[in-house]
């Protein structure tokens, strides 16, 4: 194909010079808690004034991917994400850590992100054009049962307290009401308090939910013990056919939902990983143990929250809609070096477009090995004590809040987050369903005002005449049905308690 | 008190502040309050149900049992550090980030029980430079200065 002769482009000393230093910065910078990937993007980009656009493109989206997986570094060693991309990773992932799986878990979340990005980058090298023209088929109905199907994925991700999953979805979903109306310019739910008109943003809830709250659950316990409980680690980072065999079909739904959901612009990583998970729980069979440190719950997480990369930058290079802010901020750096986004971009500067979507396809390779020694290099930290790690923990939280917005409302909402989750996690309120209730409910609101304006308040009949939403519905029907019934795998771990309670009292007998 | 009736309860209250968030959203203008009282519905309906669970034996398995209030010092450590936490998210803006992250530091890792003195001074000897090298200088980012540094 007319498009290889590109990748030859990008095999020159600065092309390749900016994708390893887009990929270091975007590792280091995406592992901090509240910086992540557009905030490394925006430092890069006056560093790249003077360079030719290719070469400052391809700093850019190296950047890009290696910031998603970043955060996924310290969501499975300390279960604070880097980035809300790696929050649902965070949940088995951290389960693994905390079992001295550290390093398997390392291994498999850097093959599925390697992998997804790869997949997404050969889908945005060759689907560009048809699947942006789905993309602009999102209209504010499907945006709305977008939102709502993400919603179900609360009750999956609930681990049986599925009331309290829910309850606690909902409680995100108020919480993501205070600030300002964007519609009537009322200001809802701050009491009078200036700081809380700008409302609940989703980086510190993020932080507070996760990262501040499991360094207050890090203070319980023995201080001077580690979270993994062991007294070293293996340095086996290669991924072992084995395991890949075992979480085939996870990868394989990981990648997919990160692919479909990345062309859906504003849902992006945020909701195909919690899409990802739901639908990993909703299949699992008897002896998977999700909440526990299940393999194939991080391989779907991460599979997609790397396979939204390639396929969120098409609504951008496409149609110049950016589907989130990491786009949004590569869509400024295209513009500053004199490139219009379009199908003019891809008629006009083919070298330019093709070099910089080989370069992305090449440092999602890459990344895989410079990311694995960073991650089994940062797995030390699972060796501190824990009386340590909290405090650390605890600095890092405020710093990447702070540095993040600039805003000491944001921190103090961190820190209120940062409680809520702590005691949400004890009393199984689920703080991964309020943040999705957090993310969620802005989408869901817009989506639902737009359409009662479009359709002069009959959203039943205008939702359900548009085919891509009565897909949709039908996939909220089904992950409704699947979260209420008994899984495969929860029967088979209630059966064995059974079995061991019946055991237990004959002896007593 | 039993766990179900500490399930009651917990229903009962999230039923109430539910409904007291809706009494204010009741005048909103324009359908500011639609969303919200689409939540607060949703909870109550929902604890509701939690509550209604308590009564059928076969599906409050779980509540079987005491609940254990646990008051000792051990128990109780993540809430001082929480109360520290506070108290450091204030202080931060007003004596500084460097200074008051140094101080909490310290206070933390004392409430977490660590007596280790040699690694927390080595830790601190080592992080906080490196905080500032990467934030201070390398980022460029503007961290919170108040009467100190």
Redesign the interface.
């Known amino acids: 194909m007319e498009s290889f002769e590109y990748l030859l482009n990008v095999l020159t000393f600065t092309n390749m010079a900016a994708m390893f230093a887009g990929i270091v910065v975007g590792l280091i910078i995406g592992a901090i808690p509240g910086l992540g990937p557009p905030m490394a993007i925006a ?1 890069m980009i006056p560093l790249s004034f003077e360079w030719a656009p290719e070469t400052a493109l391809i700093l850019m989206v190296s950047t890009y991917a290696a910031g998603i997986y970043g955060g996924s570094f310290t969501a499975i060693l300390l279960r604070a994400p880097g980035t809300s991309a790696s929050a649902a990773s965070a949940i088995e992932g951290y389960e693994m850590t905390k079992r001295g799986r550290a390093t398997e878990a390392i291994r498999m979340s850097t093959f599925a992100s390697v992998m997804g990005g790869l997949i997404s980058g050969f889908a945005l090298l060759y689907l560009a054009p048809p699947l942006a023209k789905v993309s602009l088929l999102f209209g504010p109905a499907e945006f709305f049962v977008v939102a709502l199907l993400g919603l179900t994925a609360i009750a999956a991700v609930s681990f049986g307290a599925v ?2 999953g ?2 606690a979805g ?2 995100g ?2 919480i993501s ?1 205070i600030g300002v ?1 964007a ?2 310019a ?1 200001p ?2 701050n009491y009078g308090m200036t700081g809380l008109l700008s409302g609940v943003g989703i980086l510190p809830a993020v932080i507070g939910l996760f990262a ?1 709250a499991q ?6 316990g ?3 013990s580690n979270i993994s409980g062991t007294t070293k680690l293996s340095w086996n980072i290669m991924p072992r056919w084995s395991e890949i065999k075992h979480c085939r079909w996870s990868l394989v739904r990981g990648w997919t939902t990160g692919l479909v959901m990345g062309i859906v612009p504003a849902a992006g990583a945020s909701v195909a990983q919690w899409i990802a998970y739901a639908w990993e729980i909703q299949r699992g069979k008897p002896g998977d143990k999700f909440g526990e440190g299940e393999v194939k719950g991080l391989a779907a997480t991460e599979g997609s929250n790397n396979g939204v990369t390639g396929t969120s930058l098409i609504p951008m290079f496409v149609l110049g809609i950016p589907g989130g802010i990491s786009a949004a901020v590569i869509l400024g750096a295209l513009m500053i070096h004199g490139l219009q986004p379009g199908d003019r971009l891809f008629r006009d500067s083919p070298d330019v477009i093709f070099t910089v979507i080989w370069g992305f396809i090449l440092a999602n390779f890459f990344m895989g090995g410079i990311a694995a020694v960073m991650a089994r290099t940062m797995a030390y930290v699972t060796l501190f ?4 790690l ?3 923990i ?2 890092f939280c ?2 990447g809040t ?2 993040a917005s ?1 805003n ?1 409302w944001d ?2 909402i ?2 209120v987050m ?2 809520v989750g ?1 005691f949400a996690h004890k ?1 199984n309120f689920s703080p991964a369903g309020i943040l999705l ?1 957090i993310i969620l ?1 802005p989408i ?2 817009q989506g ?2 737009n359409v ?1 304006i479009i359709s002069s308040d009959s959203p039943f009949s205008f939702i359900l005449s548009r085919w891509i939403s009565d897909v949709i519905i039908f996939m909220i029907i089904v992950a409704i049905y699947y979260a209420f019934k008994p899984k495969a795998w929860d029967k088979a771990v209630e059966e064995g308690e059974a079995t061991l309670a019946a055991g237990e009292e004959k002896k007593g007998d | 008190m039993t766990k179900l009736l500490a399930e009651r309860v ?1 229903a009962l209250a ?1 039923i109430l502040v539910a409904a007291i ?1 809706y009494t ?2 009741i005048d ?9 009282q ?3 519905f ?2 109550m309906i ?2 509701f ?2 509550l209604l ?1 308590t009564f059928v034996p076969s599906m409050s398995t779980d509540l079987k049992g005491m609940v254990k209030f646990d008051f000792s010092h051990f ?1 109780l ?2 809430i001082y ?2 109360l520290v ?2 108290i ?3 202080a ?2 007003e004596i500084g ?1 460097y200074v008051t ?1 140094f101080v ?2 310290f206070i ?2 004392y ?4 007596r ?1 003195h040699k ?2 001074v080595i ?1 601190a000897l080592i ?1 906080f430079p490196l ?1 500032y090298a990467f ?1 201070t200088l390398a ?1 460029g ?4 200065e108040g009467i100190l540094f």
């Open positions: 430092l009331l309290k829910l309850i909902l409680f979903l108020l009401t109306d519609a009537s009322y809802r739910f501040f360094a207050l659950s890090l203070c319980e023995s201080p001077k004590p824990r009386g340590l909290a405090p650390i605890m600095v405020v710093v702070f540095a600039g000491p921190v103090w961190m820190v940062g409680i702590y009393y209730g409910g869901a609101e639902l005002r009662l | 917990v999230l968030m204010q959203t909103w203008p324009q359908r500011a309050g639609a969303f919200p689409f939540a607060e949703g909870i929902l604890a149900g939690m669970r128990a450590k993540p550090v929480m936490g506070v450091y998210a204030f931060v803006f980030f992250s909490f530091y933390a890792t409430l977490t029980g660590l280790d690694v927390i830790t992080l905080l934030f980022l980012a503007f961290l919170p």
